[in-house]
C-alpha cells in the first residue's frame, strides 16, 4: 500500500518549522499498513490540568493519517493529501510520558481515504481513537 521508497529518515525530513516538530511527534516506526508515530506528554502538550490536552491528541492523529495519505499516493508531485473530516474520542488521560498512535487504513481510494489511528499510553491502554477522512487533490 505504501510507496516502498519512503524511509522513517526521510519522514522526519519533512516536520521543520511544522507542529509536528513543535510537539515533539518523531515518526518510529513503519510497515507495509502502518505507521506509529510517538509524542510526549508534557509542558507541550498539556492541558491546564497537567494532562494530555485533546487538540494535542487530535494533531497526532492527523499527523499520522495525513502522513499515511502521503505515502499511497501514485505521484506526490501531482497530488496533495488534506484533511477533511476528523472525530476524536478521548478515553483515557495522561500525565506524563510518551503516547504512541498507530494509522491503519480503513480505505484508500482515488479520491479519499479513511483512517483509524489509535493513541495509546505507555502500558498499551488506550487514550485516544480517531477517524480521518483525506482528500486527495490536484497539487
Known sequence: MFNK???LEMLATFN??????HLGIEFIEMGDDYLIAK???????????GILHGGASVVLAESLGSMASW??????TKQRAVGLDI???????????????KVTALHVGRTTHLWEIKITNEAGKLVCISRLTVAVVAA
Open 16 to 21: 521543520p518549522n511544522t507542529i509536528v516538530q
Open 39 to 49: 509524542m510526549p506528554v508534557d509542558g507541550r502538550t498539556h492541558q491546564p490540568f
Open 87 to 101: 472525530n476524536a474520542n478521548h478515553v483515557r488521560s495522561v500525565s506524563s510520558g510518551w503516547v504512541y498512535g
Open 5 to 7: 521508497n519512503i524511509t
Open 71 to 76: 505515502m499511497c499516493l501514485p505521484d506526490p
